[in-house]
């Protein structure tokens, strides 16, 4: 499972999760913090993708001109690509982090919001956060043993 801004769907064996609330903005945040809390199991439910291996997180924050992203687990051509935030249409601001290692105690993390340039004068609208501790879940893969708690989120300016 995850915790995420925004809606789920779901028809028969797929989901269509459509990300991004509305937020109303002050200013642009510098950063973004959390405590975190998570285990990484190894893959034991796979429908063929991605494969095996350590399950993997993958913690995000995206602010845009008031563009959703809807993620179709029948259609990977919907999937968000961390690696193409940078030039997604609707994006001002983002940033992320995944892994595979555990942590069993409570630490604080802060991810820094990387600024488009060619979007530094548009006024932020809508916010994604999304917290998974499966980030193979597109594909319906991920571990039994995976998990995550998360508390104390929040914007720094």
Request: proline residues 3%; contains cysteine; glycine residues 10%.
């Given at each position: 499972?995850?915790?995420?801004?925004?809606?789920?769907?779901?028809?028969?064996?797929?989901?269509?999760?459509?990300?991004?609330?509305?937020?109303?903005?002050?200013?642009?945040?510098?950063?973004?913090?959390?405590?975190?809390?998570?285990?990484?199991?190894?893959?034991?439910?796979?429908?063929?993708?991605?494969?095996s291996g350590t399950d993997i997180?993958?913690?995000?924050?995206?602010?845009?001109?008031?563009?959703?992203?809807?993620?179709?687990?029948?259609?990977?051509?919907?999937?968000?690509?961390?690696?193409?935030?940078?030039?997604?249409?609707?994006?001002?601001?983002?940033?992320?982090?995944?892994?595979?290692?555990?942590?069993?105690?409570?630490?604080?993390?802060?991810?820094?919001?990387?600024?488009?340039?060619?979007?530094?004068?548009?006024?932020?609208?809508?916010?994604?956060?999304?917290?998974?501790?499966?980030?193979?879940?597109?594909?319906?893969?991920?571990?039994?043993?995976?998990?995550?708690?998360?508390?104390?989120?929040?914007?720094?300016?």
């Amino acid at each position: 499972g995850n915790l995420f801004t925004g809606t789920f769907r779901i028809s028969g064996t797929n989901g269509t999760v459509t990300f991004g609330r509305d937020f109303t903005f002050t200013a642009k945040p510098k950063s973004f913090s959390f405590w975190m809390k998570n285990n990484e199991g190894t893959i034991d439910v796979n429908s063929g993708k991605p494969g095996s291996g350590t399950d993997i997180y993958t913690v995000m924050v995206i602010i845009t001109d008031g563009t959703t992203f809807a993620v179709d687990t029948n259609d990977e051509s919907t999937f968000l690509k961390m690696e193409s935030l940078a030039t997604r249409d609707g994006v001002i601001g983002y940033g992320y982090i995944s892994g595979q290692d555990s942590h069993p105690e409570w630490d604080e993390y802060t991810i820094d919001i990387i600024y488009r340039e060619d979007m530094k004068n548009v006024k932020p609208k809508k916010l994604v956060l999304s917290f998974t501790p499966s980030g193979y879940g597109d594909y319906f893969c991920g571990s039994t043993q995976s998990w995550m708690y998360v508390d104390d989120v929040r914007f720094n300016y």
